[in-house]
């Protein structure tokens, strides 16, 4: 890719190419890209060249069956060309209005056209080493062609009639009907019971009737061919419920995708379960398309979004209720259902909470049982794997991420890092490997979402356990009656931009995508490799995840002391990696270094725990795990209702609990890390003041890598991220001798730090990053990474502006002439002198050539307009009269002129200030590597040389500016955006010595 280079100072060509590392990250953690010794080893090239299954993916939009092979196979060239991964194709047309263009009868999921075009997906996937992953069914929730609401198999609602009766009435008449119509296409519903209770007052909350528990009598056996006669007692007024089990009706998002129309399946029935299955078995699964499917991949499934008028059904509901707590479901339905998903009746507070954690723990389970696992297993036969968003509904998606091979999240729905972390529990305790993500999804902000802005999304969900990456996403080219630029899923939405992105050829800023996708990889790789560490594990009683709630303490104050936490659920309690050894939970896993409960934030933040939990974290606890209980577990009740004594159990086991030493009690939420510091632990990484600062730690057998972003830990932080600038301390987890290294995701770099500080089993080093920038760390053997300088001496403090290893050997930068004074670790001090530096240069004229992007004669293609413009000024493209509607591609380029002083020891970064979206930079006709996206500063190392040196920068912007014009009726809402090379743009010059 890179021509050779005379060398000039020792310095290679090749040594040069971590540019961008100089400023902020490399420049504080002491090395100095231009300076930067590229590795040669096995591990230098396993981050350089990550391969292709850590590289992020695409959601693939398709249009249903309305989709040409070889156009398939075209954009699968184009997405791995691009430097991708892999594609997951879904059927998702939310912006076509007239679903009858897309001719489901006979292009229709499912149809013979859409098997057609997996077959060539997955054919010329394998041939450029791609994955692919299919969806479970036409768009979302799960659904099958030719069910119906009717049907076993079909998802159930439980709907419910209500009739008010004051003390002494009667009532004579039809069985109260449902409040709310049954959804079109359901014809049958069936009466499940009918209850009486007693409105009691005292219960009642702003939303909810309140009703007396011990007052429910139940009438189903006196109704008679549907009519119900009924006198209420004396006293008070009553109420009439009655219960119907009936189809939700539901179909897939933005259908018909199907002929016949696919109906959402039960999702907590066998029944469901196998409608799915047998549907793939008896009308998808041809012989060659099994043969395929070896090949590996996932199926789909995305977040579980039922929606019912009443309250989410399945008929085993009640039997196994009564299964998993000993006592009846119907008593307890009063206080269950729903109207549009709110709550109708409530008895006691308390009362009413343990009965809805027990009914939901049971839809959790048989969620888990029989949609989760069984569709997993299901997978596993045909040689794939199971992907899925278990979230969207009252269950324990904590425990369903340790069922699935790959957990999902969303950078959409989820608004705290905490809601991935939920997820990374379960994923590590199960010892599997990969937490995905759907990511970029941003409403209103189709052909205006900047790889600027995704960047910054995704930083802080890689440090909460993200680790794979399906970018939301890439449409297929057309579509009947789309206009330029093509079929987009989301967009129009409602009339107006929608949901962003349709990545691809189509965008400008595709000419430098794979920048971004070998920058991902990169961090998928190294977040991908050996285990998964957390400082500690917090138990929730209840798993849900989506929800926004974090950790109380941990959230606020632990994090940003650099604290990392996953969160477990019981379930997670049982599994093998279970258990403690030298204080440490799961030791071959995430190797928790305590474990924190407090109430449960989903009820009321209540001191709860269930008896069998309590028991079991009493035995981790026996086994030598601290525990740090928060809140008033002394007087903790259960989360669910408790039998005759169990109350009582369960205190007498947390008293238990709380007599051994290494357990400790707080009430105040300030005391937590003090009773968290008396008990030994510590954060991996540690900073003497708070910080914005977050990171990931993973161990393998030769390193441990720490991933570091300056990012917000949730989105209600304020105020905004800031620059960082300080001293961070990492623990080395390996014996023996190991140094740092700095890995640069965006271009493959792997160098030797040259300046930082030991102190046992800790490094100390310098970090400065911008909002949203991240960095990587590896502590590992002298030589992993293939560099040249073993165990030399390196620096501990140095008053020049970096100190770094070069091909010459420890080198100081400084960017003005003077004497330097350098403490080296072997404990002797260097003086070193350097010559002088020019001034910063800002350059004082640009010529830019723009190729502006205009709708072509059909939907899928683009003229270019070729545009000169010469600056002055640097200005966004959208201050610039001939640019002002413009958008493509623009190529700034100016001369600088350095001195005749200017020697093989000078060089120079370029601060290219503010530019979007995506840029390249080239000097003097050689293209340099990727920088950084949110740090634009560019180190030029060797290329410049005395006299005229000519610099180019290349930058690509969003279409949106150009479709405000060019499609007014659905862009023209959205604001002008500033785009282009705004600055400042600055050359700092700088000049090297070795130090003796």
């Known amino acids: 890719m890179h021509e050779a280079n005379p060398q000039r100072d020792g310095i290679s060509r090749r040594t040069v190419l971590a540019a961008g590392l100089t400023a902020g990250a490399a420049l504080a953690l002491g090395v100095g890209a231009s300076s930067a010794v590229a590795g040669t080893g096995a591990a230098a090239d396993w981050f350089a060249a990550p391969a292709r299954s850590v590289r992020p993916r695409f959601r693939w939009w398709w249009p249903d069956g309305l989709v040409d092979p070889d156009e398939i196979a075209r954009e699968i060239d184009q997405i791995a060309d691009a430097g991708f991964g892999g594609v997951e194709i879904a059927a998702v047309h939310h912006s076509i209005k007239d679903k009858s263009v897309l001719d489901t009868a006979h292009h229709g999921w499912g149809s013979r056209p859409w098997r057609d075009g997996v077959e060539a997906a997955l054919r010329r996937a394998a041939r450029r080493g791609l994955t692919v992953d299919l969806t479970l069914g036409p768009s979302w929730p799960v659904a099958v062609p030719g069910l119906t609401p009717d049907d076993d198999a079909a998802a159930k609602e439980l709907a419910h009639g209500r009739a008010l009766l004051t003390g002494g009435s009667t009532y004579q008449g039809p069985v109260p009907p449902p409040v709310h119509a049954a959804a079109a296409g359901v014809t049958r519903q069936q009466l499940l019971a009918v209850q009486a209770v007693r409105v009691e007052p005292a219960n009642s909350t702003r939303k909810e009737t309140g009703l007396d528990p011990d007052s429910v009598q139940d009438l189903t056996a006196t109704v008679t061919d549907s009519t119900l006669t009924w006198t209420a007692p004396d006293g008070g007024d009553w109420v009439l419920i009655s219960y119907w089990v009936r189809g939700s009706g539901q179909q897939p998002e933005s259908g018909p995708h199907s002929a016949p129309a696919a109906y959402a399946v039960d999702h907590f029935s066998p029944a469901g379960t196998t409608a799915v299955t047998s549907y793939w078995q008896d009308h998808l699964l041809t012989p060659s398309?099994?043969?395929?499917?070896?090949?590996?991949?996932?199926?789909?499934?995305?977040?579980?979004?039922?929606?019912?008028?009443?309250?989410?059904?399945?008929?085993?509901?009640?039997?196994?209720?009564?299964?998993?707590?000993?006592?009846?479901?119907?008593?307890?339905?009063?206080?269950?259902?729903?109207?549009?998903?709110?709550?109708?009746?409530?008895?006691?507070?308390?009362?009413?909470?343990?009965?809805?954690?027990?009914?939901?723990?049971?839809?959790?389970?048989?969620?888990?049982?029989?949609?989760?696992?069984?569709?997993?297993?299901?997978?596993?036969?045909?040689?794939?794997?199971?992907?899925?968003?278990?979230?969207?509904?009252?269950?324990?998606?904590?425990?369903?991420?340790?069922?699935?091979?790959?957990?999902?999240?969303?950078?959409?729905?989820?608004?705290?890092?905490?809601?991935?972390?939920?997820?990374?529990?379960?994923?590590?305790?199960?010892?599997?490997?990969?937490?995905?993500?759907?990511?970029?999804?941003?409403?209103?902000?189709?052909?205006?979402?900047?790889?600027?802005?995704?960047?910054?999304?995704?930083?802080?969900?890689?440090?909460?356990?993200?680790?794979?990456?399906?970018?939301?996403?890439?449409?297929?080219?057309?579509?009947?009656?789309?206009?330029?630029?093509?079929?987009?899923?989301?967009?129009?939405?409602?009339?107006?931009?929608?949901?962003?992105?349709?990545?691809?050829?189509?965008?400008?800023?595709?000419?430098?995508?794979?920048?971004?996708?070998?920058?991902?990889?990169?961090?998928?790789?190294?977040?991908?490799?050996?285990?998964?560490?957390?400082?500690?594990?917090?138990?929730?009683?209840?798993?849900?995840?989506?929800?926004?709630?974090?950790?109380?303490?941990?959230?606020?104050?632990?994090?940003?002391?650099g604290l990392t936490h996953q969160f477990l659920s019981g379930p997670l309690l049982d599994l093998p990696s279970a258990t403690v050894s030298d204080g440490r939970l799961a030791p071959d896993g995430p190797a928790y270094k305590a474990l924190f409960v407090e109430g449960d934030f989903f009820y009321g933040s209540t001191p709860t725990l269930a008896v069998e939990d309590a028991r079991k974290i009493l035995a981790l606890a026996e086994g030598g795990l601290p525990v740090v209980l928060f809140g008033a577990f002394d007087q903790a009740l259960t989360p669910g209702v408790p039998d005759q004594g169990e109350t009582d159990r369960l205190r007498d086991i947390l008293a238990r609990l709380l007599t051994l030493p290494h357990v400790v009690r707080v009430t105040d939420k300030a005391a937590v890390g003090d009773a968290l510091a008396g008990l030994g632990v510590s954060a991996d990484v540690r900073h003497a003041t708070a910080s914005t600062l977050l990171n990931a730690h993973r161990v393998t057998a030769d390193a441990d890598f720490y991933y570091l972003c300056n990012g917000k830990h949730a989105e209600t932080v304020k105020p905004p991220v800031a620059a960082i600038d300080h001293d961070v301390t990492l623990r080395r987890t390996h014996g023996g001798r190991t140094v740092p290294y700095l890995l640069d995701p965006w271009t493959g770099e792997a160098v030797?730090?040259?300046?930082?500080?030991?102190?046992?089993?800790?490094?100390?080093?310098?970090?400065?990053?911008?909002?949203?920038?991240?960095?990587?760390?590896?502590?590992?053997?002298?030589?992993?990474?293939?560099?040249?300088?073993?165990?030399?001496?390196?620096?501990?403090?140095?008053?020049?502006?970096?100190?770094?290893?070069?091909?010459?050997?420890?080198?100081?930068?400084?960017?003005?002439?003077?004497?330097?004074?350098?403490?080296?670790?072997?404990?002797?001090?260097?003086?070193?002198?350097?010559?002088?530096?020019?001034?910063?240069?800002?350059?004082?004229?640009?010529?830019?050539?723009?190729?502006?992007?205009?709708?072509?004669?059909?939907?899928?293609?683009?003229?270019?307009?070729?545009?000169?413009?010469?600056?002055?000024?640097?200005?966004?493209?959208?201050?610039?009269?001939?640019?002002?509607?413009?958008?493509?591609?623009?190529?700034?380029?100016?001369?600088?002129?350095?001195?005749?002083?200017?020697?093989?020891?000078?060089?120079?970064?370029?601060?290219?200030?503010?530019?979007?979206?995506?840029?390249?930079?080239?000097?003097?006709?050689?293209?340099?590597?990727?920088?950084?996206r949110l740090h634009p500063v560019v180190d030029l190392g060797p290329f410049l040389r005395r006299g005229e040196n000519t610099l180019e920068i290349e930058v690509a912007t969003p279409l949106i500016n150009r479709l405000r014009v060019a499609q007014p009726t659905v862009f023209g809402g959205v604001a002008r955006q500033d785009h282009g090379l705004v600055g400042p743009v600055r050359l700092v010059p700088y000049v090297q010595a070795v130090v003796r």
């Open 752 to 932: 030797r730090l040259a300046r930082y500080t030991e102190d046992g089993a800790d490094i100390t080093l310098r970090v400065t990053l911008q909002p949203g920038q991240t960095t990587i760390v590896a502590l590992g053997r002298p030589g992993l990474f293939g560099d040249h300088h073993g165990t030399s001496a390196h620096a501990e403090a140095t008053d020049a502006d970096a100190v770094l290893f070069t091909e010459r050997g420890l080198t100081l930068r400084a960017r003005t002439a003077g004497t330097w004074t350098t403490r080296l670790s072997q404990g002797r001090t260097a003086t070193t002198r350097t010559p002088a530096v020019p001034a910063p240069i800002t350059p004082a004229r640009w010529e830019l050539e723009v190729e502006d992007w205009y709708p072509g004669p059909d939907a899928t293609r683009t003229e270019h307009v070729r545009r000169s413009v010469t600056l002055e000024t640097l200005r966004p493209w959208s201050q610039i009269p001939e640019l002002a509607d413009s958008a493509g591609i623009g190529r700034y380029r100016t001369t600088v002129t350095l001195p005749a002083g200017w020697t093989s020891s000078h060089g120079s970064e370029l601060e290219l200030g503010q530019v979007s979206d995506t840029f390249r930079v080239s000097v003097n006709g050689r293209r340099l590597p990727a920088a950084d």
């Open 289 to 561: 398309l099994r043969r395929l499917l070896r090949a590996g991949g996932s199926f789909f499934e995305d977040s579980v979004e039922l929606e019912t008028d009443g309250l989410t059904w399945t008929p085993q509901l009640p039997e196994a209720f009564e299964k998993h707590t000993g006592r009846p479901l119907l008593p307890y339905l009063p206080a269950l259902v729903l109207d549009n998903s709110n709550q109708v009746f409530a008895f006691e507070a308390q009362f009413t909470r343990q009965i809805r954690h027990d009914f939901w723990e049971t839809v959790s389970g048989l969620f888990n049982r029989n949609h989760l696992t069984a569709l997993r297993d299901w997978a596993h036969s045909l040689g794939m794997t199971l992907r899925s968003q278990p979230y969207g509904l009252q269950t324990d998606a904590i425990a369903s991420a340790a069922i699935l091979d790959i957990p999902e999240g969303e950078s959409l729905g989820f608004k705290n890092l905490d809601d991935y972390r939920c997820l990374a529990g379960g994923r590590d305790m199960a010892g599997r490997t990969v937490l995905s993500c759907e990511a970029g999804a941003y409403n209103g902000s189709a052909y205006s979402t900047t790889w600027d802005r995704f960047l910054r999304t995704m930083g802080g969900a890689y440090a909460a356990g993200v680790n794979q990456t399906v970018v939301h996403g890439f449409s297929y080219a057309t579509a009947p009656g789309v206009n330029w630029p093509g079929f987009a899923a989301f967009s129009p939405y409602n009339g107006t931009a929608g949901y962003g992105e349709s990545w691809g050829p189509r965008q400008p800023t595709w000419r430098h995508v794979e920048d971004i996708s070998g920058y991902l990889g990169r961090v998928h790789q190294v977040l991908q490799t050996g285990t998964a560490r957390a400082d500690v594990a917090v138990f929730r009683q209840t798993g849900y995840t989506a929800t926004g709630i974090g950790a109380s303490w941990f959230t606020a104050t632990g994090v940003p002391l």
